[in-house]
Nanobody, 121 residues
Framework: QVQLVESGGGLVQAGGSLRLSCAAS????????MGWYRQAPGKQRELVAA???????NYADSVKGRFTIARDNAKNTLYLQMNSLKPEDTAVYYC???????????????WGQGTLVTVSS
């Protein structure tokens, strides 16, 4: 069984920076794509950034140029570096990953528990 554990959320002033981490624990698996989603109260969940197993990245227009997604495959860890934060970035951020198990061959989509990011003006 694989679990995703998130950390790094908190309160920060507008213009500040924060780094989120998502660590996958377990064995006998490979991680395909990974991504960060966020959801503000009363709003739809949206994809913030995604990264493939090969390192290709994709960002929402609202965060492009400010956020950077990265992964450390040796540590099975995903990161989101958030710079120039705005109050509009306030949301619960969720880590997402597609896990592939070889025996038997199957995949599973996993979600982290969420970490709250609050940006004050």
């Amino acid at each position: 069984q694989v679990q995703l554990v998130e950390s790094g959320g908190g309160l920060v002033q507008a213009g500040g920076s924060l780094r989120l981490s998502c660590a996958a624990s377990g064995s006998m698996f490979n991680i395909n794509a990974m991504g960060w989603y966020r959801q503000a109260p009363g709003k739809q969940r949206e994809l913030v950034a995604a990264i493939t197993s090969g390192g290709s990245t994709n960002y929402a227009d609202s965060v492009k140029g400010r956020f950077t997604i990265a992964r450390d495959n040796a540590k099975n860890t995903l990161y989101l570096q958030m710079n120039s934060l705005k109050p509009e970035d306030t949301a619960v951020y969720y880590c997402n990953a597609v896990i592939v198990f070889p025996r038997p061959l199957r995949d599973q989509e996993l979600w982290g528990q969420g970490t709250l990011v609050t940006v004050s003006s």
